[in-house]
């Protein structure tokens, strides 16, 4: 992997991709710590000293690498994309001209970019109104701190504010295009990496002052063994063979291949752990916004909103699993997989094509997707294991989503790179 890095900045046209996405992440971190207009950020900067986040406002902060408790430009960060490119998946199950638009190739998917961008403006605008909204009144934001973080709350104030946090999300996407056309990666999965690994050093600092030099260490080793083990599940996959029957079209003999269908044991991603803590946090939501003191209000109060509480996390958990064989459920679809094997000539080694190849598929991806699901929700909770054994913060740096997405982000771009450096060897050896 090292010896891959070095290569690629030795390459002259790679090395000028890698800096180009440098610094585009470096912009982007610039635009996370500009104030919006008409913020205090003097009253920000005390409420963050003295309060923590949790929740559903806690997991859009790490999206947004801080940015959204700031009420920074890129308050909003990535999250406006990341849930309208989840509604339009969603949609193309449900929506016959969504399917057949996906099935056009790449004149449809580009149709589908685009219905995603308009949708990325209209939830950034409703998601810019109901921060401003809760940020208006002190302690909504960041709970524990009456501060007044607006201080002029008149609507050319809050038009404006609006403003200028849609047009953050904007440049967002176009900044993550350009990564994606012009440097190293996905552009969109680069600044998310970027927003959650710009909290790293600060939590293990923080974890330091607090808890001392030998829990910091302990951390430590914890958390590279957590790495360890969950790249090593990442790239855990079942490679189920295919056989592809040779074809005579005149003398020409065509097929004959041998290759397989790659079924990963984190088929869903990080999917599912964003589905579960969202849902599991609207109750407290709703609780919050209304005030409510009956018995049911009582009884979410003690149960669902501290992390650490049993009951939350046995929700928490089965909310995972549920959404992992959900997820995997619409995106691998075993009878298409099986028709296209049928059309163009290929079998699996002792199934027959079609059906029974269906059935065999989908037998396959259930029994993977059980460990899968299980270790998606045991990493979910390392998180909420820390708080209880050490009294750490809910945005413990080694675990839940932020791990997952660090992981993975960094494992796929390092394959593009290597992948870039073979095709120019490859090229240099036939010249």
Request: charged fraction near 10%; aromatic fraction near 12%.
């Amino acid at each position: 992997m090292l010896s891959a890095f070095g290569m690629a900045f030795k390459t002259p046209e790679l090395r000028k991709k890698i800096f180009f996405t440098l610094s585009i992440m470096a912009l982007f971190r610039f635009g996370s710590v500009v104030p919006t207009p008409g913020v205090s950020y003097t009253n920000v900067k005390e409420c963050l000293a003295t309060a923590e986040s949790s929740g559903l406002f806690g997991l859009i902060n790490l999206f947004s690498g801080g940015a959204l408790l700031q009420l920074s430009v890129f308050a909003l960060g990535i999250m406006p994309y990341i849930t309208s490119s989840i509604i339009i998946q969603l949609l193309t199950v449900v929506i016959p001209r969504f399917e057949t638009l996906k099935a056009e190739g790449q004149s449809g998917q580009a149709t589908l970019t685009q219905y995603t961008r308009y949708l990325t403006i209209g939830l950034a605008v409703l998601q810019s109104t109901g921060l401003v909204a809760v940020a208006r009144t002190p302690g909504r934001l960041i709970s524990g701190c009456n501060l007044a973080i607006i201080p002029d709350a008149s609507w050319q104030r809050i038009v404006t504010m609006i403003v200028v946090m849609t047009a953050g999300t904007s440049v967002i996407m176009w900044l993550g295009e350009l990564i994606t056309d012009r440097g190293v990666g996905n552009g969109m999965s680069i600044l998310i990496f970027t927003s959650i690994a710009a909290g790293f050093p600060g939590q293990l600092w923080a974890i330091k002052v607090s808890k001392g030099l030998p829990v910091f260490i302990f951390v430590l080793l914890m958390g590279f063994a957590v790495v360890a083990a969950v790249v090593f599940v990442e790239q855990a996959q079942r490679r189920i063979p295919v056989q592809y029957a040779k074809r005579m079209v005149g003398r020409q003999a065509y097929g004959g291949t041998s290759t397989y269908i790659p079924i990963k044991v984190n088929q869903a991603g990080v999917i599912p752990v964003i589905f579960a803590s969202s849902l599991l946090y609207i109750p407290s939501l709703i609780v919050n916004f209304t005030n409510s003191q009956a018995a049911w209000a009582v009884w979410i109060s003690r149960n669902l909103v501290k992390g650490d509480h049993p009951i939350y996390i046995a929700i928490y958990s089965a909310l995972i699993i549920f959404f992992t064989y959900f997820y995997v459920a619409i995106t691998f679809n075993p009878d298409e997989v099986a028709d296209n094997m049928k059309k163009y000539g290929g079998f699996i080694p002792g199934i027959r094509a079609g059906r029974p190849t269906s059935e065999y598929l989908t037998y396959v991806l259930s029994r993977i997707t059980a460990p899968g699901s299980l270790y998606l929700a045991l990493v979910a909770i390392i998180p909420i294991i820390a708080l209880v054994a050490f009294g750490a913060s809910q945005n413990f740096p080694f675990g839940g989503t932020a791990i997952l997405i660090v992981v993975g982000v960094g494992l796929d771009t390092a394959k593009q790179i290597e992948s870039q450096l073979q095709q120019r060897s490859y090229e240099g050896f036939l010249k």
